[in-house]
């Protein structure tokens, strides 16, 4: 506290660290006022929520591409087994829905073979094979065909 003296010349009073009178040297004072405090802190709350609300859907976007991958995995992998099968003729037998397929839990795999020709009078004879994989509830699905021609 400042000690001053008063205008009427009495007796010297004790004065409030600052006054109206100060108030310019208040303003002039570094720092940050409270309403800049408060934008500042509603900006950065803001650009955080968008932040987080970019990394849910990242994440999302990340778990479905993973999901398509295997799925393309397990297409071709079927769909290499079913090409490579002997004898030719053994292809018809390996037609078939994985409901679980081994390794791959809320995936199915559906696998048909298509005879075309292959009669005593026909001049074709090949296989159409189709794999297609869906994920748990059918939100997605792959599919890949691949025609074998009798060797």
Same mark, same amino acid.
């Given at each position: /506290? ?48 968008? /932040? $987080? ?31 490579? $099968? /002997? ?15 081994? #390794? ?12 075309? #020709? ?17 994920? $748990? ?15």
């Amino acid at each position: /506290m400042r000690i001053t003296s008063c205008p009427d010349g009495g007796a010297p009073r004790a004065r409030a660290p600052w006054t109206v009178d100060d108030a310019p040297a208040l303003r002039n004072r570094p720092g940050f006022t409270l309403v800049e405090v408060v934008v500042a802190t509603l900006i950065l709350t803001s650009a955080l929520l968008a /932040m $987080a609300g970019f990394t849910v859907r990242y994440q999302q976007s990340d778990s479905t591409a993973r999901r398509f991958g295997r799925a393309q995995e397990l297409a071709s992998a079927r769909l290499e087994t079913v090409r490579n $099968a /002997m004898p030719y003729a053994s292809m018809d037998t390996m037609a078939r829905t994985e409901s679980n397929v081994p #390794g791959y839990p809320g995936f199915t795999r559906v696998t048909q073979v298509v005879r075309t #020709g292959g009669g005593v009078a026909d001049t074709v004879d090949f296989r159409t094979v189709t794999v297609r994989v869906s994920t $748990a509830g059918g939100l997605q699905s792959v599919a890949k065909s691949s025609t074998v021609a009798a060797f």
